[in-house]
């Protein structure tokens, strides 16, 4: 009898994908437990793992060998994905990760990348029959290693995609807009670390409360009136609300020259709004655009260099 051997337990790939996300309206409020509305975007992050002899992480041209014992050293990427392993009872191996976003412009990578692992390691696992967390939970823990005080709005739109409605603690809502939206993404400069703007943000707010305080509650009640504006259509009103979201986040101190910049210049070319979206201090701006002015924004952009992209494409 002829054995045809086919792939082995050893060599058997799994993947996992994920999305993007540009957030509408409520980063950093929503970091304190105020509502965020965030689009997950079709570019995202994939992952595929397979056993090995010993337990690696390769992003991109970077590879992250993990030693048994962690030391002081360890990059950060490596550290996230030990405690991404321990959620785990996963074998030794071997996971590559690739990125269809630019990385650290507050467009959600590194949120799409922890959930595109946790679930190629939940496939592999599984096929093992061996018990796996929720890629939610797997996801965050991944998350907060970079970020030390994640909401979970990344993570939440890694995982689910479309249009959501997030409260930090709670199961996300997904939306229905009452209208397609029609929103244009630019990279305006390299983004700073979340990790140090969210800290930023909190050591202004022990230092000033009532002010701080003030601008966040003032973010909720934008983007309470957001998900109304979503709902009906409404896309003049909620342009508005996230052009004042853009500059109660200036208040808040977490825009630069160039994001206030690329800003105005969308809603001087005709967008209905425009903010900066993430963690802010560089990064990326989103503006929403009726279908006539798409061409007009783009332009006006291009023509202060900036490239940008339609979203949730
Ligand atoms: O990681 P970024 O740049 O996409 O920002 C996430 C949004 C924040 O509200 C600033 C942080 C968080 O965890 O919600």
């Not at 060599?11 to 950093?28: N, P, Q």
């Not at 793992?49 to 030693?67: F, I, K, M, N, Y």
Request: glycine fraction near 10%; proline fraction near 5%; charge should be neutral.
């Amino acid at each position: 009898m002829m054995v045809v051997s086919g792939p082995t337990s050893v060599s058997r790939r799994y993947h996992g994908h994920a999305a993007g996300k540009v957030i509408l309206l409520g980063e950093h409020a929503v970091v304190y437990g105020s509502p965020a509305l965030v689009i997950g975007l079709d570019r995202g992050a994939s992952a595929e793992v397979q056993l090995s002899e010993v337990t690696e992480l390769v992003l991109g041209d970077s590879r992250h060998l993990l030693e048994p014992e962690p030391s002081a050293e360890e990059a950060l990427p490596a550290r996230a994905f030990r405690a991404l392993l321990q959620l785990f009872s996963a074998p030794k191996l071997t996971a590559r990760a690739t990125l269809a976003l630019p990385a650290g412009a507050g467009l959600g990578a590194s949120a799409a990348i922890g959930v595109a692992l946790a679930r190629a390691i939940t496939e592999l696992s599984t096929a093992r029959g061996l018990a796996v967390p929720s890629v939610a939970s797997a996801a965050l823990t991944w998350e907060n290693v970079f970020h030390g005080n994640a909401s979970g709005v990344d993570t939440a739109a890694a995982e689910q995609g479309g249009c959501l409605w997030f409260r930090r603690g709670q199961a996300p809502e997904r939306l229905a807009p009452g209208r397609p939206l029609t929103l244009l993404i630019a990279q305006v400069e390299q983004g700073a670390s979340t990790r140090r703007m969210v800290e930023g943000v909190a050591t202004q707010r022990a230092a000033q409360p009532a002010r701080v305080d003030g601008l966040l509650a003032d973010i909720a009640a934008l983007v309470e009136r957001a998900r109304v504006c979503l709902l009906a259509g409404e896309h003049g009103e909620l342009g508005q609300l996230m052009s004042r979201n853009h500059h109660l986040l200036a208040e808040l101190g977490v825009s630069t020259p160039a994001l206030d910049r690329a800003v105005s210049v969308a809603e001087q070319a005709g967008a209905l709004g425009a903010k900066l979206t993430g963690a802010g201090g560089g990064g990326c701006v989103v503006a929403l655009v009726d279908g006539a002015r798409r061409e007009t924004v783009r332009e006006a952009w291009r023509s202060i260099s900036l490239s940008c992209w339609p979203a949730p494409d």
